[in-house]
Nanobody, 125 residues
Framework: VQLQASGGGLVQAGGSLRLSCAAS????????MAWFRQAPGKEREFVAA????????YYADSVKGRFTIARDNAKNTVYLQMNSLKAEDTAVYCC???????????????????WGQGTLVTVSS
């Protein structure tokens, strides 16, 4: 699976952005998908994930209520809608995919097999 993330940019605090992760090579309907982010000088952290079965979603506490992950299997694309952005959301955002995953590991980056390149989100305060 090849993943291509896009949609990053510069936005003012309180604004919105929608990131896209377009997949090729395989259909992502059978994959769990996630977004991770890494801010300068910090470790990569989990942002959001969506399971393949039923499409259940999971979020980091820091983005819950502001970010929404969704998938469009017909377009083989996963989205991350980001609202009410804060300066601390500034980071490089990457999408990831894994074929099989147990729920307890869905927030763990090293279990994901496929990664896209990052897209930079900069939120000015």
């Amino acid at each position: 699976v090849q993943l291509q993330a896009s949609g990053g940019g510069l936005v003012q605090a309180g604004g919105s952005l929608r990131l896209s992760c377009a997949a090729s090579g395989r259909t992502i309907s059978t994959y769990a998908m996630a977004w991770f982010r890494q801010a300068p000088g910090k470790e990569r952290e989990f942002v959001a994930a969506i399971r393949r079965r039923g499409g259940s979603t999971y979020y980091a506490d820091s983005v819950k209520g502001r970010f929404t992950i969704a998938r469009d299997n017909a377009k083989n694309t996963v989205y991350l809608q980001m609202n009410s952005l804060k300066a601390e959301d500034t980071a490089v955002y990457c999408c990831a995919a894994v074929k099989d995953i147990i729920l307890s590991l869905i927030r763990v980056s090293h279990v994901y097999d496929y990664w896209g390149q990052g897209t930079l989100v900069t939120v000015s305060s």
